[in-house]
Nanobody
């Protein structure tokens, strides 16, 4: 069992930065592929980024490439999402996700074994 708790969301102006963090409990964290999803109002939850158990490879949805960076610290059981050059269209609830596989690529919702509760990110124009 893995429990995921996100933090770091908030309100930021366009062009600003936020860093989301996901703290995981459970002894299997270091063997799990991890990811971030987001869900905007009225839209489906979508994949944002993923990272495999050894810290790579990493994958990103096209709209965040070059702006977002996913990273993990297996010693601390955390996975972070650094978000730069934020845009109003990045506004969403961001969810941490875990899959009980070593390697992950572009994740689908059905690939996810454990979800966090989500953290709100709001980008004002």
């Amino acid at each position: 069992q893995v429990q995921l708790v996100e933090s770091g969301g908030g309100l930021v102006q366009a062009g600003g930065s936020l860093r989301l963090s996901c703290a995981a409990s459970g002894r299997t964290f270091s063997s799990n592929g991890m990811g971030w999803f987001r869900q905007a109002p009225g839209k489906e939850r979508e994949f944002v980024a993923s990272i495999s158990y050894v810290g790579g490879p990493t994958y990103y949805t096209d709209s965040v490439k070059g702006r977002f960076t996913i990273s993990r610290d297996n010693a601390k059981n955390t996975v972070d999402l650094q978000m730069n050059s934020l845009k109003p269209e990045d506004t969403a609830v961001y969810y941490c996700a875990a899959r009980t596989e070593y390697y992950v690529a572009i994740m689908r919702q059905n690939d996810v074994d454990f979800w966090g509760q989500g953290t709100q990110v709001t980008v004002s124009s």
